[in-house]
């Protein structure tokens, strides 16, 4: 990806396990290094304002907002994107097995971001209620599904992980 | 649109401090984080200034006139330019009083016009900068008056 | 969406930070950045430097003390708050007001401290903190001083922290037998808020001392002295509630935006500080999200 | 049934619909999108590509005095710029599809003189990287002279507002009169009439999570443009873009695989298009733009604004609604990119759900210097339907009928069908009633009264509401005729092919592009069904691609229609298939073709199983040893069929605005118990059900889900969603910050259920469907009102903030005018 222009710090940061040194600019945020540095297009972007959820990824086991936050913050940091979801490129894990089972996806967009919300909520909370699921999801936006089936899919990722 | 209006005493009098807000040159080179200032005439000047708040700064372009002035007590201020690909209007009368203290009493209202995607965020917001540009022009006045 | 250029340093230490800060006077403090970023990547503003702090061990603590009283590091998160045992123990409103901030992603990064130096009118801490009399605690060239909440927020973005110093910790007197209450009204669930209200009531009846704090109403929180005075000396009754919050926003010119007008939003402080005061006073059904 | 003589040619339904048309078979989509392996346009890049960011206006109305882009220019890493003053020359105006005078308005792909809405694009920048675009915009200097906003669709067409296209010479872009029975007879003759001051439908868009972008490639060798992009209706684009920069269709490729939502906000974005092509070809570079969400929501498209005057409703003692008379003033924003197919598109549901005959409209499509629309989700059915709503339970206050007894009173019944509307529409199938009685059980609609009683006092208030609308699909593009006798338009279709590959594989192409509907499903399960094989052998390729797939002008994905037109077309390429595998099957096999079955990937015999042929059995002999065919036999097949399904559609009539506008009427009654918080004015969803009738159901998993989605688009615009400009016409919520779009805690579950009524005019009784028609924004306010206390005013706004529903709560005490009287006999 083509420079940007500014300052340049250099950080060490590890994304599914693999790690990555680099020097990036002070300005760029962590979801342009994922997606443009890193060339890993599944974190996707819906809006400017950190609203919309589609770029979060789990940062040191928590989830986050990579538009919330520059990739220079991140060195020393694990980062977990929805492509390390599953077992190789064609394998489901069980979040993702159930959104399909569930149709909790329409156009996919902001899929990504849902699942990996779901799995740090399942991490916390093995066994939540669709109050708490609701609130959990809520800072993922999706225009597709009315979340109906969304809340339906984490309700049985639940229950197959428990 | 919004309505901007406030006041503030400074510790300067009010001469003084008039001379400052009503001369281009001295009035351009008291406006926050100034970086350029051209003066055209007795009326009219230009400056490119950085006026920064507790987040950062914002660089901005503007074209002022100063459209009316009684000596020592009122001065009425155009302004128009740019802050990225914003524009910022202002329209400003300042009244000056002495302080009972002692001091100058500054009290000012007019509009501030923002376009731009700045309008929308910073709806709840633009008049508070605004006044605390305009308290630290004052401040810069009186240092200079 | 794409920041204008800027540096970035991770000092080490609270001392390097204050350093990096008095040296460049176009550097400012980034902790969580769930409003900062915001506002560079707009470009409504822009920064030279950007001083993090957000990973400062000095600004990440959370401290109860046998007496209840807390000191809450500035860079402790939203997330922090709301899991923290000590603190449900010792100021429970201080964790429920974080577990119902924004959402989980913003309260994985969003800082107290960040939250208090954002200083926006509808922001949640700030009428809560001046309602709690918490102290800021604030540390520069010059060493540290200590400022009341009530003093501490000027107006939007503005607040008593000068160039070249850091927000380091809230400190929380022991809420003793005090009860306090919070309610907000939000355009929907964790969303922008259009009227906040945090009380705080000295224990004893008839009432001894209260405090009524105001967000949303105006650039910075409004200690509503009418509504005090009103329950100062009164009984803790239901009544007293709704009276003291019928007078709660009076004289107050609220700002106007695209989601409320300001009459809107005055007649609304008054319904959230009536029903913060009957929670305080143990009048109010369970407390739902979104002023219910 | 009558019906196939009575209104339309006969249709053949197929027979071999079943063992997987029905089933919720989980989606082939899923995989890829689930493992961030979908191809959305962000997603993909080119060789030299060169990023775009747009200078837009930050004034509403303004002329362009000058544009200087040297800084900009001189910037390291900047390639080129592009001026709405050299878009002027490069470009032709779009062609309109208004006859005048809104047919006289220029249309240009940037700003060209003048700047008519905030947002609008008036200098591209294109830079090595997005960042760099961005900081060089900022170096372009631009001199506005602004001009005098206009922002009500309304009071737009009063002399003294500024004009906003000289050209035009007004801000009335269309108007007609659209008279249907005898509304002044019915006035004159009924027992009351309910008068309604106002009712006003506001802007808001469904805001897909995916903006709009594109990568655009000039190729100066081949002289074709690649447009890799989301548009959801290329053809309609390349009918826009071809003639504006004098290309021709055969150098216009485009192409999608993933788009992340479109809801027809996608439809419009030929204008951006159009300034990438002429960048691209400026710079000689392949040019990547994606949209920012303030972009989006300022520049791209905005739904239809409605306001509804002077509404007077003929009501019979009894309850019949005779009909309805109002002038309507459509507000198109500042250009007309879609419009004015709005004026009549809404007419494909004049009497709403109800056997109303006499209406009057009275329509004005207006300008104002506000984003251009689009047509969202619902376009123009879901204005007119909810006025029609806001009738029935306005009338049922007013004059004291139960809404639910005057609804079922009302509506058409099942006996009717094919019913025809007073404008000559017709109505294929359904049962409002049944679906009205199951929708007020999944809601409980007695105990909701009981609670609702049970409330009073406690400062809360209980509000139940009801919501029948229609979801017209695969409409005939002749009722453009109906706005413009000119346009060269009419009918429908889209087209499919199915091919047999070497080695046995099922390939389908459609010309839709898919924004999550599950065509690869749904094309799989009725490919499967007709050729005997299960549906994960039927490959369908993914997204739009006008090179390798087929398509005819009608192609794309808008309008609730793929369930007809795309599977029709790929039904029928599949039965082609079909004949051709069974002709040669049969040779092969020395049988008649009369004794040949398919299954499991066979040619069989139907006595004898084990004379039986793989399907790569007939592909490798017909591709690869073909000399062992009788030679008749090899030319007559070509494994590779292209069908296109066309409706049986006539002209309709331009002079009587009458004729069949849509083929089917899927429907959906809502019902919602709401709270409101009579101190704060602060709404909350208790139980929301919907009941959903789409004909025969495909996939009936994916139909839940666009009913879903649907009512949660309508939930969000009924209580959080509304663009509001200022007087400056300056947009005051540019974010999704201040655009609240709804989240997982605004929309409630839903209770679902459907009934089935198969259309008996499309080949597979399905009925397009996905729109949902707008049913919770009258569902909500038919709510709302029925919490409201005696004495206060109407529910007037489709959009009801807290703010707005406070005011409402207060206007009893005020015992001010209530925006509705009624005059009886």
């Given at each position: 990806m083509a420079g940007e222009g500014g300052a340049v710090n250099s950080i060490e940061v590890t994304v599914n396990g693999e790690t990555h040194r680099v020097a990036v600019e002070a300005r760029r945020l962590l979801v342009h290094f994922i997606r443009e540095t890193l060339g890993m297009r599944g974190t996707h972007i819906g809006c400017d304002s950190g609203n919309c959820g589609a770029c979060s990824v789990i940062c040191d086991g928590q989830l986050i907002k990579s538009c919330m936050m520059l990739a220079v913050a991140a060195d020393g940091c694990e980062i977990e994107t929805v492509e390390s979801l599953g077992d190789g490129p064609d394998d489901l894990d069980p979040i993702q097995a159930a959104f399909k089972e569930h149709h909790g996806l329409q156009c996919g967009y902001c899929t990504p971001g849902f699942l990996l919300n779901t799995k740090t909520l399942l991490a916390e909370n093995p066994n939540p209620s669709e109050a708490e699921i609701r609130r959990a999801l809520k800072g993922n936006l999706c225009r597709c599904t009315g979340y109906v089936n969304i809340v339906r899919s984490v309700q049985a990722a639940a229950e197959a992980l428990r | 649109m919004s309505a901007v209006s406030g006041s503030s005493t400074v510790a300067a009098e009010r001469e003084g401090l008039w001379d400052v807000l009503s001369d281009p040159a001295r009035l351009g080179a008291a406006l926050p984080g100034v970086e350029d200032v051209s003066v055209e005439d007795s009326t009219?000047?230009?400056?490119?200034?950085?006026?920064?708040?507790?987040?950062?700064?914002?660089?901005i372009q503007m074209d002022f006139e100063i459209l009316e002035e009684r000596r020592g007590e009122y001065v009425r201020i155009a302004g128009s330019g740019r802050a990225g690909e914003n524009r910022v209007e202002l329209n400003v009368e300042?009244?000056?009083?002495?302080?009972?203290?002692?001091?100058?009493?500054?009290?000012?209202?007019?509009?501030?016009?923002?376009?731009?995607?700045?309008?929308?965020?910073?709806?709840?917001?633009?008049?508070?900068?605004?006044?605390?540009?305009?308290e630290a022009v004052l401040a810069a006045g009186a240092a200079e008056g | 969406m794409l920041l204008a250029p800027t540096e970035y340093v991770r000092p080490g230490s609270l001392e390097e930070a204050i350093d990096e800060l008095g040296a460049r006077p176009g550097a400012r403090v980034l902790a969580g950045g769930q409003s900062l970023i915001n506002v560079l990547k707009h470009r409504a503003a822009s920064v030279e430097l950007l001083v993090d702090v957000s990973r400062l061990e000095e600004l990440r603590f959370i401290d109860v003390d046998a007496d209840g009283s807390a000191r809450i590091g500035a860079a402790t998160t939203y997330g922090e708050l709301e899991r923290s045992a000590e603190l449900r123990g010792s100021h429970a409103i201080v964790s429920r007001v974080a577990a119902g901030t924004v959402d989980r992603q913003v309260r994985a990064r969003g800082t107290i401290g960040g939250n208090a130096c954002f200083a926006d009118p509808a922001s949640n801490y700030p009428p809560l903190l001046i309602a709690l009399g918490a102290q800021m605690e604030i540390a520069g060239p010059d060493g540290t001083r200590s400022v009341a909440a009530e003093d501490f927020f000027l107006g939007l973005w503005r607040t008593v922290v000068g160039p070249g110093e850091v927000l380091t910790a809230i400190a929380l007197p022991p809420l003793g037998g005090a009860s306090v209450g919070y309610r907000s009204?939000?355009?929907?669930?964790?969303?922008?808020?259009?009227?906040?209200?945090?009380?705080?009531?000295?224990?004893?009846?008839?009432?001894?001392a209260a405090r009524v704090v105001l967000g949303c109403v105006a650039g910075r929180p409004v200690r509503a002295s009418a509504a005090e005075e009103r329950l100062i000396g009164g009984p803790r009754s239901a009544q007293a509630a709704a009276d003291a919050g019928a007078l709660a926003a009076e004289g107050l010119d609220p700002p106007s935006d695209v989601h409320a007008s300001g009459g809107y939003r005055r007649a609304m402080a008054a319904v959230m500080a009536a029903r913060a005061l009957s929670d305080a006073l143990g009048f109010a059904e369970e407390v739902a999200s979104n002023g219910r | 049934m009558k019906s196939e003589t009575t209104y339309y040619p006969a249709v053949e339904q197929s027979e071999r619909l079943g063992a997987f048309s029905g089933e919720s078979v989980p989606r082939v989509e899923d995989k890829r999108l689930l493992k961030g392996q979908g191809a959305f346009v962000d997603d993909l890049w080119m060789h030299r590509q060169g990023h775009v960011h747009f200078v837009r206006s930050p004034y509403a109305h303004a002329r362009i005095v000058s544009i200087d882009v040297s800084r900009a220019e001189a910037q390291p890493g900047v390639y080129a710029t592009l001026t709405g003053e050299e878009?002027?020359?490069l470009q032709q105006p779009y062609f309109q599809m208004a006859p005048e005078p809104g047919g006289l308005m220029k249309d240009y792909c940037m700003a060209v003189g003048k700047a008519r809405y905030m947002g609008e694009p008036v200098v591209a920048v294109l830079a090595e990287s997005a960042a760099l675009a961005r900081d060089a915009a900022e170096l372009i200097d631009v001199v506005y002279e602004p001009l005098g906003v206009t922002l009500d669709g309304v009071g737009t067409i009063e002399p003294d507002v500024p004009v906003i296209h000289d050209e035009i010479g007004s801000n009335v872009a269309w108007h007609g009169v659209y008279d249907y029975g005898d509304v002044d007879w019915a006035l004159e003759n009924a027992d009351h009439v309910v008068r309604i001051d106002r009712l006003h439908f506001h802007r808001f868009s469904s805001a897909p999570l995916e903006t709009t972008g594109a990568l655009v490639n000039w190729d100066p060798g081949t002289g074709v443009i690649e447009f890799r992009t989301n548009n959801?209706?290329?053809?309609?684009?390349?009918?826009?873009?071809?003639?504006?920069?004098?290309?021709?269709?055969?150098?216009?490729?485009?192409?999608?695989?993933?788009?992340g939502g479109g809801f027809g906000i996608k439809i419009t974005s030929y204008t951006y298009l159009t300034a990438l092509a002429l960048l691209s070809r400026k710079a000689g570079r392949p040019v990547k733009w994606s949209e920012t969400r303030w972009e989006h929501l300022a520049a791209s498209a905005h739904g239809n604004e409605r306001t509804f005057l002077d509404i007077e409703v003929p009501v019979m003692s009894d309850g019949t609604i005779l009909g309805f008379k109002v002038r309507a003033f459509d507000d198109a924003g500042a250009y007309l990119r879609y419009e004015p197919l709005g004026a009549v598109i809404w007419s494909q549901v004049v009497p709403g759900n109800y056997r109303i005959k006499h209406v009057r409209v009275d329509y004005t499509e207006t300008l104002t210097n506000k984003c251009p629309v689009g047509p969202n989700r619902g376009y123009s059915r879901l204005q007119h339907l909810w006025m029609v709503e806001r009738i029935i339970d306005i009338v049922a206050n007013e004059l004291g009928f139960d809404p639910v007894e005057l609804r079922r009173l009302n509506y058409v019944q099942p006996e009717d069908y094919p019913y025809e509307t007073p404008n000559?529409?017709?109505?294929d199938s359904g049962d409002y009633p049944a679906m009205l009685e199951r929708v007020l059980e999944l809601i409980d609609y007695e105990g909701a009264r009981e609670r609702q009683r049970a409330a009073l006092g406690t400062g809360k208030r209980i509000g139940i509401g009801i919501g029948s609308t229609l979801d017209s699909g695969t409409n005939n593009f002749g009722q453009s005729r109906i706005i413009n006798s000119a346009l060269p338009f009419s009918g429908n279709g889209e087209a499919a092919v199915v091919r047999l590959d070497l080695y046995g594989e099922v390939t389908v192409t459609i010309g839709t592009t898919p924004q999550g509907q599950g065509h690869e499903t749904t094309a799989a399960q009725v490919t499967a069904d007709i050729l005997g094989m299960s549906p994960d052998q039927v490959h369908v390729a993914a997204g739009y691609n006008k090179a390798a797939n087929t398509y005819v002008g009608f192609s794309g994905t808008y309008a609730s229609q793929f369930a007809v037109t795309g599977l029709g077309a790929v039904m029928g390429a599949a039965e082609k298939l079909r004949g051709e595998i069974v002709k040669v099957g049969a040779c092969m096999l020395g049988a008649e073709e009369s004794d040949i079955e398919l299954a499991d990937g066979f040619v069989r015999l139907a006595a004898n199983h084990e004379a039986a042929i793989p399907f790569i059995g007939i592909a490798a002999t017909v591709f690869a040893n073909v000399a062992e065919l009788p030679g008749e036999l090899a030319d007559s097949v070509t494994l590779n069929c292209r069908y296109v399904y066309r409706p049986p559609f006539t002209v309709p009539d331009h002079e009587t605005k009458t004729g069949k506008l849509t083929l089917t009427y899927a429907s959906q009654i809502h019902a919602a118990v709401i709270e409101v918080d009579e101190e704060t004015g602060l709404v909350t969803i208790l139980d929301y059900a919907a009941v959903d009738e789409c004909g025969r159901k495909i996939n009936p998993k994916i139909v839940e889900g666009q009913v879903h989605g649907a009512a949660a688009h309508g939930i969000g615009a009924a209580l959080y969603e509304s663009f509001e400009y200022d007087s400056d016409g300056q947009l005051l919520n540019a974010t999704f910050a201040d655009y609240h779009a709804a989240t997982a805690l605004d929309v409630p579950d839903i209770r679902y259920d459907d009934i089935e009524c198969p259309s008996p005019f499309t080949p597979n009784g399905a009925k397009g469907m996905g729109e949902g028609g707008g049913a919770p924004l009258s569902t909500i306010c038919s709510a709302i009102e029925d919490a409201l206390p005696e004495g206060a005013h109407i529910v007037f706004d489709t959009h009801n903030n807290s703010e707005r529903v406070y005011e409402l709560l207060r206007s009893a005490a005020a015992k001010g005018p209530r925006g509705v009287e009624v005059l009886s006999r």
């Open positions: - | 009219h000047f230009s400056a490119v200034a950085h006026p920064s708040t507790a987040l950062g700064a914002t660089r300042l009244e000056l009083t002495d302080a009972p203290g002692g001091g100058t009493a500054a009290s000012w209202r007019g509009e501030l016009m923002l376009r731009g995607v700045l309008r929308s965020l910073l709806q709840r917001g633009a008049g508070a900068i605004f006044n605390e540009q305009v | 009204l939000q355009i929907a669930a964790d969303s922008w808020a259009l009227a906040r209200a945090a009380v705080w009531i000295a224990p004893g009846d008839p009432i001894q | 878009v002027g020359v959801q209706m290329p053809m309609f684009a390349a009918m826009f873009i071809g003639p504006a920069i004098g290309v021709g269709v055969d150098h216009m490729q485009f192409s999608s695989q993933d788009i000559g529409c017709i109505y």
